[in-house]
Each structure stands twice: as C-alpha cells, then as structure tokens.
C-alpha cells in the first residue's frame, strides 16, 4: 500500500511564509482530490484546502483564503500548499491527505484514503 510523503514546513515569524509539499509514494490508483489538513494541540484536524487534480478546482476554508495556495503538479504528482502572511493561529501539524474518489471538495479528514505524516508549522509572533 501506498503512502503520502511530507516536506517542508518549520518554523516563521507571523508574516511569513512557508511552502509545504506532498507526493504519493507506491500509490498506484489515480488521486482526484487531495488536500491539506492542520491541527492544532487539543483540536480536531482542520481542512484547510482541497484541489481537484484532474479538474484544477480549489477549495479553502475561510480562515486560510486569500492568504494559502493550493496547487498540484500532473507531471511529478506533487501537491503544495503556499502558505502567506501566516498568523500565529495558523500554527499546527499539517498533513496531507488524497481520495480515490472522483468528487472533491473542502471534506472531513475520514473521507481521505490516504494521509501523510504531518509536518510542525510554527509561527512566531
């Protein structure tokens, strides 16, 4: 069985910014939606945005948009997350997340069939 391989993230003073990338690894089926999750100590994991990989549609929970960017690359499979002018309320455990299934959209963390490692943002004020 495949997984989903986490890089990027770390550590940023409020105002910064900071590009998270995820690429599946052994997955062999194709990924139609794929995500970016965030959880912060104590919280249930966030969606904070989803893409259609085939169809290029974006989602974003109100509390990210117009400062994060999710992209994905066809050529090399890659999923990304720009994150701009982060707050310190952006802070967390980031992880991935990808579906097999054709419809996308902002969905629950149980609705993925594949989840990556999760990666610390901190945020610095």
């Known amino acids: 069985q495949g997984q989903l391989e986490q890089s990027g993230g770390g550590s940023v003073q409020a105002g910064g910014s900071l590009r998270l990338s995820c690429r599946p690894s052994?997955?062999?089926?194709?990924?139609?939606?794929m995500g970016w999750f965030r959880q912060a100590p104590g919280k249930e994991p966030e969606g904070a945005a989803s893409?259609?990989?085939?169809?290029?549609?974006?989602y974003y929970a109100d509390s990210v948009k117009d400062r994060f960017t999710i992209s994905h690359v066809y050529a090399n499979n890659t999923l990304y997350l720009q994150m701009n002018d982060l707050k310190s309320e952006d802070a967390g455990v980031y992880f991935c997340?990808?579906?097999?299934?054709?419809?996308?959209?902002?969905?629950?963390?149980?609705?993925?069939?594949?989840r990556g490692q999760g990666t610390q943002v901190t945020v610095s004020s």
């Open positions: 052994g997955v062999t089926e194709n990924l139609f939606c």
């Open positions: 997340a990808a579906q097999t299934g054709f419809a996308c959209r902002l969905m629950k963390v149980h609705e993925y069939q594949y």
């Open positions: 893409i259609h990989t085939r169809l290029g549609t974006r």
